[in-house]
T-cell receptor, first 115, second 113 residues
Framework: DAEITQSPRHKITETGRQVTLACHQT?????MFWYRQDLGHGLRLIHY???????NKGEVSDGYSVSRSNTEDLPLTLESAASSQTSVYFCASSESRGRLQETQYFGPGTRLLVL | AQSVTQLGSHVSVSEGALVLLRCNYSSSVPPYLFWYVQYPNQGLQLLLK??????LVKGINGFEAEFKKSETSFHLTKPSAHMSDAAEYFCAVSDPGNNDMRFGAGTRLTVKP
C-alpha cells in the first residue's frame, strides 16, 4: 500500500546543531508539505513543493530549508536548531501540482526536542 | 491572507449527544475548506472538504459540515457522538489565489459515557 513515512519519529538535539527530518511518500504525489504543530497554533506551514526542483516558503519558514531532488522525498533541514523549534513536525502530500483543493495525506509526525 | 478561527479549544459532549464544532474563515476569494481529525499520536486525516460544489458536505464517520458564505462559517456536526469520536479536530482553509493552506488552532473533543 502507498504511504507517507517520517523519520526519525523522535529526536533530541542541542541548540546550534543542524538537524534533518526525512519525509518519504510512495504515492507518486507532486505536492509535498511540511508543517509544525504547536499547542494553541494548530498546524503552520513551513515549506512546500509542487514538484522536483520546486520549493516555496510557507508561513513560518525562517530557520528551515528544504530541497526536492526526486518525487518521493522532501527532507526538512533546521540549519541551526533553536529551542523555539521544539515542536511536532508533520509531512504531507497531495496528488496534483498546485491544486490546493485536494486532500492532503499526512505522515505520523516527528517529535523534536531542542535542548 | 486567508485565516481560520475555531471557537472553543475544548468541547465536551455526552455519548449520543449532538456534536457541533465551530469554524469561521476569512478569505478574499471563494475558499476551499477542510475538516481534519487527529487521533492521539497520529497524523491528520481528512473528514470532509468543500470545494465549491454542494454547500452541505458529508464526510466519514457520520460527520457533515455546511458552507455558509453569508456567515463565513463551516461548522462541523454529527447528530450522535460516539466514544470513538474523541480526538482533535482541525478546520483548514486554502485560498485558490494563494499557494498555501491555513489551519485553525484545533478543537479537542471529549465524549463522556
Amino acid at each position: 500500500d502507498a504511504e507517507i513515512t517520517q523519520s526519525p519519529r523522535h529526536k533530541i538535539t542541542e541548540t546550534g546543531r543542524q538537524v534533518t527530518l526525512a519525509c518519504h511518500q510512495t504515492w507518486n504525489h507532486n505536492n509535498m508539505f511540511w508543517y509544525r504543530q504547536d499547542l494553541g497554533h494548530g498546524l503552520r506551514l513551513i515549506h512546500y513543493s509542487y514538484g522536483v526542483q520546486d520549493t516555496n516558503k510557507g508561513e513560518v519558514s525562517d530557520g528551515y530549508s528544504v530541497s526536492r531532488s526526486n518525487t518521493e522525498d522532501l527532507p526538512l533541514t533546521l540549519e541551526s536548531a533553536a529551542s523555539s523549534q521544539t515542536s511536532v513536525y508533520f509531512c504531507a502530500s497531495s496528488e496534483s501540482r498546485g491544486r490546493l483543493q485536494e486532500t492532503q495525506y499526512f505522515g505520523p509526525g516527528t517529535r523534536l526536542l531542542v535542548l | 491572507a486567508q485565516s481560520v478561527t475555531q471557537l472553543g479549544s475544548h468541547v465536551s459532549v455526552s455519548e449520543g449527544a449532538l456534536v457541533l464544532l465551530r469554524c469561521n474563515y476569512s478569505s478574499s476569494v471563494p475558499p476551499y475548506l477542510f475538516w481534519y481529525v487527529q487521533y492521539p499520536n497520529q497524523g491528520l486525516q481528512l473528514l470532509l472538504k468543500y470545494t465549491s460544489a454542494a454547500t452541505l458536505v458529508k464526510g466519514i464517520n457520520g460527520f457533515e459540515a455546511e458552507f455558509k458564505k453569508s456567515e463565513t462559517s463551516f461548522h462541523l456536526t454529527k447528530p450522535s457522538a460516539h466514544m470513538s469520536d474523541a480526538a482533535e479536530y482541525f478546520c483548514a482553509v486554502s485560498d485558490p489565489g494563494n499557494n498555501d493552506m491555513r489551519f485553525g488552532a484545533g478543537t479537542r473533543l471529549t465524549v463522556k459515557p
